[in-house]
Structure formats: structure tokens, C-alpha cells
């Protein structure tokens, strides 16, 4: 089932809202536990948190789960939500994966990207804002996608604020 949403000035995001959007990207991880073993179920809420406060206060970006090529950096498969807000946002069904892919040997990866509402704090309080999270992330460098299908259409969305999903595999 798919729906639209409409944001009016007068509603609010809350932190209700912003995890039942987590929970629609727990459910992707846990397909992602169920048929490749990783992340862990534990993993797996704190990633689900992690997207609900960030996305609650408008600081996430992106975030990108997945496996990659340690040696080049490089995907190998990548489901990356990125924060939306106002307009016509989808609330589509967890899942809806491309057919299973041979990830033997590619290791389990996450990578976030903080909105430019976050980048406006000052130092200390994006200390603050990192503090309060269930995942403590390093610093590092994007994988990249290079010869790959990126498949897109895919969102979770509530009361005018969600995240857009793609799934990208290599070739």
C-alpha cells in the first residue's frame, strides 16, 4: 500500500512520528539480518533510534546500510534513506529487495551524513547531538557506488516528514 502525505505549517513531527519511520527501516534491516546475517538485531535498534532522533530534529541527511569491498571502499549492495520533508512523500511497505545477491566476503558497513540544519550548530552542540545517540560513529570516507543498478520509489513517511530509500547493487 502506498500513500501520500501533505506537511501544513501547523502540524508537527514528533518523535512518535519520527519512529514509526525508524521502525519501517528496522524492518528493512531485519531483511537484511534474515536473508545475509548482518546487522545484528541489536544493531538494528540503535540504527532504528539513531534515524528517529536525527530525523526528529532535522539533522539527518542520509545513512546508508549495507555491505562493501574493505580493500576498495566500494558497495556491493547499499540501502540508502534519504531525510524528505513537505510535499508528496511515499509511505510504501518494508522490503521490496532486488533478488538476493552473493555478498560472501563483503562486510557489513553504515555510513550517515548530517543535514546542513546540524552543520549550523555550533561545536558543542553537535557534541551534544552525537552524545544523545545510541550509535557512536568515526569519521571516514563514503564507499562508492561505481557499475551498479540503483533502484529508487521507495519511502517511509509520517505526518509530513520521512525518508526516501534506494537500493543499489553492483554488478
Known sequence: MTGSYTRSASSSFTITDARYVGGRVAADLRLLFNL????????????AEEVALLLRDGYLDSVDYGF???ATNTWKFRLR???TAGGQLT???PGS?????????YGFHSFLTYSSTFWLLTSSQQT?????????RTT???PSALAGNTTTGHGYARNGAGVSRDVYVAH
Open 36 to 47: 545475509y546475517g548482518e546487522p545484528s538485531l541489536d544493531r538494528i535498534d540503535h540504527f
Open 68 to 70: 562493501r569491498d574493505t
Open 81 to 83: 534513506y534519504k531525510a
Open 91 to 93: 509511505d510504501s511497505r
Open 97 to 105: 529487495f532486488p533478488d538476493p545477491v552473493d555478498l560472501a566476503g
Open 128 to 136: 551534544g547531538v552525537k552524545e544523545t545517540l545510541p550509535i557512536s
Open 140 to 142: 571516514g570516507t563514503a
